[in-house]
């Protein structure tokens, strides 16, 4: 964009110039300006140990120029007020208003160190030749900056929709983390409210986790955690939502389920569950305690419904291979 904007700005002051018949040097300096100038930023900019702070040094240095070059056009009205419009609202696109508040006041300064130096010439006509010459430098640079500014802004939301999304997951296993779980949950109770189906919320506990992790290391509790979850993405569907919501417990919200389908769920993951072998070339058996609550019209919350499935975990547990039907079903797998 500085090769651009300078290449641009070159022309039409290079006609003001011209008019005016200033001398050879001036235009000399209009050309170093122009073609070395945005070499030398930029290699300023790279080998900068700060590169963001310089490249804003540079657009600072930038606006100090333009306020040069229209005192040297004698305020000529059409390309001094391109060339100023242009280097503030690139300034702001950078760097927002601190660093366009910056620039300008540079831009000002040098403008009018420069115009005093100069005993104040205005040449307040503008020839057909520099009008012609101008139009290049509102018309492509503004489009430029428009498609640059576009460009920034579509990176930025994506990467915005990727932080949103690493902060929705867990970091270890790549699974939905607590906070997106609480948001699906809350989604689907409002779903519940307004029409009526069947959903379920399945809760998940590997039994002596903390044994195997004393016994092997974390290293073999983490490829466990790993492995289970792999189980669940596999045992649920798409429109499921397998979740880690702590240390070893998992749960998954199955919506449009009823209490039979969630147990054939909780049987798939059982069956997946009691083939786990070695585990980071450790042999560990695997226990898992289930429990499953469906959705009902008195939850009002998103902790009532995960208070509901967790106290058919707790009850699993204390019975062991016995299984409930009703709206809370335990589950025990060994």
Not at 125 to 147: D, E, G, K
Not at 311 to 318: D, F, M, T
């Amino acid at each position: 964009m500085r090769m651009l904007g300078t290449f641009l700005c070159f022309i039409p002051i290079l006609s003001v110039l011209l008019e005016q018949q200033r001398s050879v040097w001036l235009m000399g300096l209009l050309a170093i300006n122009a073609f070395v100038w945005p070499t030398l930023a930029w290699w300023r900019a790279r080998c900068s140990s700060t590169p963001l702070l310089t490249e804003h040094q540079n657009l600072v240095l930038d606006a100090g120029a333009g306020g040069f070059w229209i005192a040297m056009m004698a305020v000529n009205p059409l390309p001094s007020v391109a060339i100023a419009t242009i280097l503030l609202a690139d300034r702001l696109a950078a760097g927002g208003f601190p660093l366009m508040k910056k620039a300008g006041a540079v831009m000002v300064a040098v403008f009018m160190g420069s115009w005093l130096s100069q005993g104040m010439a205005l040449v307040p006509w503008v020839s057909q030749r520099t009008l012609y010459a101008t139009l290049p430098l509102i018309a492509i640079y503004t489009v430029a900056l428009s498609v640059l500014t576009n460009s920034i802004a579509m990176r930025l939301r994506f990467k915005s929709r990727e932080l949103e999304r690493i902060a929705m997951m867990d970091p270890l296993l790549d699974i939905a983390n607590r906070r997106l779980l609480e948001e699906r949950i809350d989604h689907e109770l409002h779903k519940l409210q307004q029409t009526c189906h069947d959903s379920a919320l399945m809760f998940i506990d590997i039994d002596n986790f903390k044994e195997v992790n004393d016994r092997y290391g974390h290293k073999v509790g983490d490829m466990l955690l790993v492995t289970v979850s792999q189980i669940l993405h596999i045992a649920s569907r798409q429109s499921d939502t397998p979740a880690r919501l702590g240390g070893d417990e998992f749960v998954i919200l199955l919506p449009d389920t009823t209490l039979d389908e969630a147990r054939v769920v909780a049987t798939r993951i059982m069956d997946a569950a009691a083939v786990i072998g070695d585990v980071a070339e450790e042999a560990v058996h695997c226990t898992m305690s289930i429990g499953i609550a469906c959705a009902t019209r008195e939850m009002g919350n998103v902790t009532d419904w995960l208070q509901a499935a967790d106290a058919a975990l707790y009850q699993a547990k204390r019975d062991g291979k016995k299984s409930h039907f009703c709206p809370l079903t335990r589950l025990r797998m060994r």
